[in-house]
């Protein structure tokens, strides 16, 4: 069958949503085609060309855009069959509402045996109403066929790793998949469980043979936390930097993770980690409690620190509003990223960021009082559940630095002058006369890397992603936050 995969977005990366899947399609025989809606438009001659669309939603902002998508494919005649997958699937399942029709699947988890039999059932007449799938493999590492670029752009496309000058072709790949941790306001443990499933290092290693003979300089290593599984960890980047010994790598790593395996830190960086992501969100000890992040602010000070001092670069991610957040919390951000010489490591998008509580949210499953009373009902725009702050000030500033931080982001301003701007109109949409930062540390000379891309998962799309869809101004939502 011809099967066209499609993605909206994915971090600016080439995106795992489709080329992983592209590749268990092609071994099962069946001619796949892969469009990345972030770069190239969606051509009228692929839906006609198509048996069934693919569309991956792993995060908020590819199922927002994928909402419009949606719209296209439907408006089609006849609708083309639909398999949607990812993090986001079941959020899908509610968004995408009149619009599935008999046979289409919204899945989550390991969802290879589910496309395939959705697949295998495409030259058949549509029998079974519209299926919701969480599916969870093993805990024994997954084989999976090497990724297939099934037509998406090259890598000089997306994006890349900058140090000073140099630029490094970025390639992506997983190590694993789900999280051994239950962060209430993540998406992944609604899906997973607390649960992770190693990827086969046969897999790993045929992957990255893939990316680097396309060029790539550098590893995007896209598990929720790469050191889930510490040991098999260690495994990859020894096999890998043994294998291609110039590359460098960037991984996800929680907080209490990188404290907890601080002496394996040393043996990452030398085998080519260079950066870090790891979600800070809050240096409030109240709010991290309700999220059951299991750090302290305290705990975030001493991981960036660690990692500073074995050269290996921090990019923190923050979710600065939640219904627990006071005015006092949010500055108290502001001054951490100054006092810990992050304000050229934070984009700007961080610093807008808004709790979203999707579907089957762990939060709202189990709400304390301050987020009972801050609830307000189903929103479908979201898709999930709304909230309003008891500050209807911290409302009004969080709407005000998202517009802020996009108009930032397009402008090209650097990191000190979107702090500086930020900063800004944080103590004013909160009543404080303006202040200096305070001191930040001495800074290394040397030139810190950073991917290109700023934007993330949880990020609402920008008003050019959603003009490059051809559809019109967003709606108000929140923004949420993983990891």
Not at 381 to 399: F, M, S, V
């Amino acid at each position: 069958m011809n099967i066209l995969l499609v993605s909206t977005y994915e971090l600016g990366t080439r995106p795992l949503g489709c080329t992983v899947p592209a590749a268990l399609l092609a071994e099962a025989g069946h001619a796949a085609k892969a469009v990345d809606l972030s770069l190239e438009p969606l051509d009228e001659g692929d839906l006609s060309w198509a048996d069934g669309v693919v569309l991956s939603v792993p995060m908020h902002t590819a199922l927002r855009l994928g909402m419009r998508v949606l719209e296209r494919i439907a408006a089609t005649s006849p609708r083309v069959p639909l398999f949607v997958h990812g993090l986001y699937a079941d959020a899908a399942a509610d968004a995408f509402g009149e619009h599935l029709v008999p046979g289409d699947v919204c899945a989550a988890g390991e969802v290879g045996p589910a496309l395939l039999a959705w697949a295998a059932t495409l030259e058949l007449p549509a029998s079974r109403p519209p299926q919701r799938l969480r599916v969870l493999g093993s805990s024994k590492p997954g084989h999976r066929p090497a990724q297939v670029r099934a037509g998406l752009p090259g890598l000089e496309r997306y994006a890349s790793l900058q140090v000073g000058d140099d630029r490094r072709l970025v390639g992506t790949l997983e190590t694993t998949s789900g999280c051994n941790h239950r962060c209430r306001h993540c998406p992944i443990p609604v899906i997973y469980g607390g649960r992770s499933r190693p990827v086969a290092l046969d897999s790993v290693l045929a992957d990255a043979d893939v990316l680097v003979a396309e060029g790539a300089a550098h590893l995007h290593l896209a598990d929720p936390d790469f050191l889930n599984r510490p040991a098999h960890a260690r495994a990859v980047l020894e096999a890998l930097s043994r294998r291609h010994p110039a590359l460098t790598f960037d991984a996800t790593v929680k907080v209490s993770h990188i404290l907890r395996h601080r002496e394996l830190f040393s043996e990452l960086a030398a085998r080519g980690l260079v950066l870090v992501t790891t979600a800070v969100e809050s240096t409030s000890d109240v709010v991290l409690a309700r999220l059951d992040k299991r750090h302290t602010r305290a705990d975030a000070v001493s991981a960036v620190r660690w990692l500073r001092s074995l050269s290996i670069e921090v990019r923190p991610s923050l979710l600065p509003f939640t219904p627990w957040s006071t005015a006092e919390d949010l500055l108290d951000l502001l001054d951490f990223v100054a006092e810990e010489d992050l304000i050229e490591s934070v984009d700007a998008v961080q610093y807008g960021i808004r709790l979203l509580l999707p579907p089957g949210s762990l939060l709202v499953a189990d709400p304390d009082p301050v987020l009972a009373a801050s609830l307000v009902g189903e929103d479908p725009a979201i898709p999930g559940t709304a909230w309003r702050h008891r500050d209807p000030a911290i409302d009004d500033l969080q709407a005000n630095v998202a517009v802020l931080a996009e108009q930032l982001e397009q402008s090209g301003a650097g990191g000190r002058e979107a702090y500086e701007a930020i900063r800004a109109a944080y103590r004013s949409g909160l009543g404080r006369p303006p202040t200096p930062p305070p001191p930040s540390p001495p800074g290394t000379a040397a030139p810190r890397p950073r991917l290109s891309e700023s934007w993330f998962c949880c990020a609402e799309p920008t008003q050019a992603q959603l003009s490059a869809l051809g559809a019109g101004e967003p709606e108000t939502a929140g923004c949420d936050a993983g990891g």
